[in-house]
């Protein structure tokens, strides 16, 4: 059946894709184990805020297909450590991705999933940069600014998303506030 092309929008006033296509949103409860600094965690969950939400474009998941998102991760830390995504690697991993930043700053973490021992890579983000995430590398999204951190996310339709392995071993490298200034350190809990 011959899919018709579509236009999303992005609304920078009210920091939203429109349509909004399918919604998710991830709070603190959602991923409350991947940050570092558990006692910031408990006092933050009485709250409960909203880290990131994403916006799917309604697209078949299928090989020919470009998926595409519009991701907003807000700003804040869970004690010295920035709101990131939960992160995730393709099912199919040998398909890349690219992220293009249209609003904030932040970083993007990678580490490579082949057979071999992970590598670890950063790259800033911020409004006009253009990030190529290549096959085999697992990726998450970290806004260190004071404004929320949007970009659009697109990868080929069959690519998935995994995210058990990163819930249960996190990133090799967190991403905190050190002196005023974003920092990457070793993740001590990293297994
Ligand atoms: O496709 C992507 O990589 C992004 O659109 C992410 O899915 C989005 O940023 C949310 O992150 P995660 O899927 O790790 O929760
Ligand atoms: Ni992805």
Redesign the pocket.
């Known amino acids: 059946e011959l899919f018709r092309p579509i236009n999303s929008y992005y609304d920078f006033e009210n920091i939203k894709m429109v349509p909004e296509g399918d919604l ?1 949103t ?1 709070n603190l409860s959602d991923m409350d184990w991947m940050y570092q600094d558990q006692e910031a965690v408990q006092e933050l969950l009485k709250e409960d805020p909203q880290i ?1 939400r ?1 916006y ?1 474009v309604d697209i078949p998941e299928e090989e020919g297909h470009l ?5 907003i ?1 807000n700003p804040g830390k869970v004690g010295n450590e920035y709101n990131m ?4 690697f ?1 099912e199919i991993k040998g398909t890349a ?1 690219i ?1 293009y930043t249209i609003q904030g700053e932040g970083m993007l973490f990678m580490q490579s999933v082949t057979d071999g021992e992970p590598e670890f890579e950063a790259l800033e983000m911020k409004k006009g940069t253009l990030s190529y ?1 290549p096959p085999y590398w697992a ?3 970290i806004n260190t600014g004071e404004e929320p951190l949007a ?1 659009i ?3 080929p339709g069959e ?1 998935g ?1 995994v ?1 058990g392995e ?1 819930e249960a071993k996190g990133f090799m490298k967190l991403l905190i506030e050190k002196d005023g200034e974003p920092t990457i350190i070793d993740n001590p809990n990293y297994k």
């Open positions: 998710i991830r990131y994403y799917n998926q595409h998102c519009i991701s991760i995504t939960k992160g995730h393709h991705e992220y995430v990726h998450r999204t970009f996310g697109i990868y690519a998303h995210y990163i």
